[in-house]
């Protein structure tokens, strides 16, 4: 099992498709563990973006994550994040095919509608950027506390 941060982005939000990548990664099989909307603070975003650091795009990724609400989640399943980035697709959405999240959703680069981790290594550090681990569900745990109600 493999966790990854996926971030949607203002544009995602602005335009409301929060709903409709939801859909799309619950149907690959994947659980969400953790979700929050929020305003990405300047701190935050460099952190985020610190690999990024001397590139000269830098101040726009930092500029452009912290011009509206982002929903900030954490999933997991097998292999979550190669299924993620194939969900995903390119960075640039001229590239992305069809069927793809960015192939049928972002408009630019920038405005590219989604992040999601690259490695296993990259989506460590950033899920504990936006969540500690005691806001990870366990679903291990959490099913044998599950109380189920008959409708």
């Given at each position: 099992?493999?966790?990854s ?11 409301a ?7 799309r ?66 960075t ?20 590219n ?5 690259t ?21 291990k ?11």
């Amino acid at each position: 099992m493999e966790r990854s941060l996926v971030l949607l982005k203002p544009d995602a939000v602005q335009r409301a498709l929060c709903g409709r990548v939801i859909d799309r990664l619950e149907r690959k099989g994947l659980r969400l563990v953790a979700a929050r909307l929020l305003q990405v603070s300047t701190q935050l975003a460099e952190a985020h973006y610190q690999e990024h650091s001397t590139k000269p795009f830098f101040g726009d990724l930092v500029s452009y994550i912290t011009s509206g609400p982002v929903l900030a989640m954490v999933w997991e399943g097998y292999r979550a994040i190669q299924e993620i980035r194939n969900l995903v697709g390119p960075t640039n959405p001229a590239e992305a095919p069809p069927g793809t999240i960015r192939g049928d959703y972002a408009m630019s680069v920038r405005a590219n509608v989604i992040h999601a981790s690259t490695d296993m290594v990259a989506a460590k550090r950033e899920i504990a950027l936006f969540f500690s681990e005691d806001e990870l569900v366990d679903y291990k745990r959490a099913v044998d506390s599950w109380v189920f109600i008959e409708v």
